[in-house]
């Protein structure tokens, strides 16, 4: 019964949450650059929620992305676009490194879910990998080939 309780929760509220703080890095580094933002999105599938500028999918624990406004993309520098692509692993190792600092440096010792929520925020480093995924190319990868393209 432990087993399929954490699962749940892991599924269903912390891989969302974790996402969610990935997409707001993306979204804080596109407003600090004076990009115009079309949408934060968290998940796949029919939208279940839908607020200003986030809809919330019903697949929402999987995968997430903030959408530029077409007329903004390529009106940043290399230096701004690596920083917007890095925002969401910088916003995710900030909250751990935070997070980490409040509840005692205990890394790999899971006591409760914010131990967990620490882990698979430090986790999200693994989007530097320049890979393609289900849902499109890494962080990494779409830096590597922004950048290199530009």
């Known amino acids: 019964m432990d087993f399929a309780f954490n699962f749940l929760i892991y599924m269903f509220i912390l891989f969302p949450i974790v996402s969610i703080v990935h997409e707001f890095g993306h979204a804080f580094f596109a407003k600090l650059f004076s990009q115009k933002i079309e949408e934060i999105s968290i998940g796949m599938g029919k939208v279940i929620f839908e607020k200003d500028l986030l809809s919330i999918k019903s697949a929402y624990f999987a995968f997430g992305w903030v959408t530029l406004n077409e007329d903004m993309e390529g009106k940043m520098t290399k230096f701004q676009t690596s920083l ?33 929520f620490i882990f698979l925020s430090y986790l999200q480093v693994l989007n530097l990998l320049p890979v393609t ?15 290199l393209k530009s």
């Open 84 to 116: 917007f692509l890095l925002g969401g692993i910088i916003f995710n190792l900030a909250t751990a490194v935070i997070l980490d600092i409040f509840t005692g440096y205990e890394f790999f010792y899971f006591r409760n879910y914010v131990d967990s």
């Open 133 to 147: 995924l289900i849902h499109g190319e890494s962080d990494g990868k779409q830096m590597i080939s922004r950048v």
